[in-house]
């Protein structure tokens, strides 16, 4: 009885943790190109999730037509943000694009509010639920789905940075943008592509997390925005496997946290977060680097 109930709770945190993941990649994507949080990533989450809400309640389309669809809105919001907000600042001071992501963010909760009010609105999976047993471990279909799709976008990340060509002017850039410059590497295009593949992973993650919790609303985002920067700088900003690994322990602390306080579920990712930097200040796998003179 223990183990069964202490599975089911590692399969809500993994469950969880796969969708930080996912919304921690785009962050550490984009900080590990230009160096910038990227604060409206969690309305780019947001704006995948209603897309995806939209194909299914709407227009009555297969989850996997919605989960393409709010990947690709996601997508398409992230290219635009970073070519109207961020690019025009490249040459500014830190504090500027910091700012203006602020902004950005502000302005998209609110063009969210007016447009779809504040009530939160169900977000129904358009297909059969059923549980599975596999010896103690008890998994929704749901659960494996979410897991398989999550894993399937992490592993074909990780091929498409270390093994194409535009993933390697993608680390080329993030070690040094004007050398790489130097080599032929069009540096806007991968900044561009770099914020397209982050935001889809966000706008993939909202609609996961928009039909596992049967809800969207337009503050969505707040939150698990805030718990994928932690897992990101929890693995080490900038470092991609990193991010994964940070969301699945963030999500796993949470959830296995929650079974005996759950009144301070969002208090223990940051305890982990603190707790983790006290020891490693880079993160799990980060690595300190030297400020260029």
Same mark, same amino acid.
């Given at each position: ?58 227009y009555k389309l297969p989850f996997a037509i919605a989960l393409l669809a709010g990947m690709a809105g996601s997508c398409i919001l992230g290219v635009v943000i970073e070519k109207v907000a961020y690019k025009p600042?490249?040459?500014?001071? !830190? ?13 998209? +909760? ?57 993933? +390697?002017?993608? !680390? ?16 806007? !295009? ?72 759950? +009144? ?30």
């Amino acid at each position: 009885m223990f183990f069964s109930q202490f599975f089911a709770q590692v399969i809500n945190g993994l469950t969880l943790g796969s969708t930080y993941a996912l919304i921690a990649l785009g962050y550490t994507m984009v900080y590990g190109i230009l160096e910038l949080i990227n604060f409206a990533h969690s309305e780019i989450y947001m704006t995948g999730a209603f897309v995806g809400l939209m194909m299914v309640t709407v227009y009555k389309l297969p989850f996997a037509i919605a989960l393409l669809a709010g990947m690709a809105g996601s997508c398409i919001l992230g290219v635009v943000i970073e070519k109207v907000a961020y690019k025009p600042l490249r040459k500014a001071n !830190r504090i500027a694009p910091l700012i203006s992501a602020i902004g950005v963010s502000i302005f998209l +909760q609110n063009a969210a509010l007016l447009a779809a009010g504040p009530q939160a609105r169900a977000f129904p999976a358009n297909f059969k639920i059923t549980g599975l047993n596999f010896g103690i471990i008890q998994i929704s279909s749901l659960q494996l789905l979410i897991l398989i799709i999550s894993v399937f976008l992490m592993v074909g990340l990780h091929f498409l940075i270390q093994k194409t060509k535009i993933g +390697q002017a993608m !680390r080329a850039t993030a070690q040094d943008k004007e050398t790489a410059q130097l080599m032929g590497i069009k540096i806007d !295009r991968v900044i561009s592509f770099t914020f397209a593949i982050g935001s889809a992973l966000g706008g993939a993650a909202g609609v996961l997390v928009g039909v596992y919790f049967n809800s969207a609303d337009p503050m969505m985002g707040f939150f698990p925005g805030l718990k994928g920067f932690v897992a990101a700088v929890l693995g080490g900003i900038g470092n991609i496997p990193g991010a994964m690994v940070g969301g699945l322990i963030l999500g796993l602390a949470e959830v296995l946290g929650a079974v005996y306080m759950s +009144q301070y579920k969002d208090a223990i990712a940051f305890a982990v977060l603190i707790l983790i930097l006290l020891f490693k200040p880079t993160g799990l796998m980060g690595r300190r680097v030297q400020e260029k003179v």
